[in-house]
């Protein structure tokens, strides 16, 4: 499906606290990523069926990662077929791409822009 929600970001200045806010907040499993030169943890915020999807419908997990530009905001993700080709209709309908389609190895790929009104969004690809 073009276009759907299916991931969230939350920056954060302290992940430490962040996650811990989020934990006994909202009751979040933070889940640290091991990626060099990252600081980003998924986190649950429903249960997962066998393949780690939301198994409650209209749910979705996200992710908390250290707030640096352009990472400024909580971010929408949207999944689409093909980033290459959202991003160029992002473009020419007035948006501008941050950063262009990136490999997340067998999960897929990302891809971040900012829409007419200047929001940062982002783009996943099976």
Same mark, same amino acid.
């Not at 091991?34 to 996200?62: C, F, H, Q, W």
């Not at 389609?101 to 829409?115: L, N, P, Q």
């Given at each position: ?33 091991? +990626? ?30 250290? +707030? #640096?530009?352009?990472? #400024?905001?909580?971010?929408? #993700? ?49």
């Amino acid at each position: 499906m073009n276009g759907r929600v299916v991931h969230f970001e939350v920056p954060a200045k302290n992940m430490k606290r962040a996650k811990a806010f989020y934990s006994k907040v909202f009751g979040w499993k933070a889940n640290d990523l091991k +990626m060099p030169g990252t600081d980003y943890s998924l986190v649950s915020t429903t249960e997962v069926d066998k393949d780690g999807r939301p198994s409650a419908p209209g749910s979705i997990n996200g992710g908390l990662m250290k +707030m #640096t530009k352009p990472f #400024t905001g909580p971010v929408v #993700t949207l999944q689409v077929d093909d980033i290459v080709a959202a991003l160029k209709a992002v473009e020419k309908n007035g948006g501008e791409t941050v950063t262009k389609k990136t490999s997340m190895g067998e999960w897929g790929s990302f891809g971040y822009f900012r829409d007419s009104e200047g929001n940062l969004m982002g783009l996943f690809q099976t």
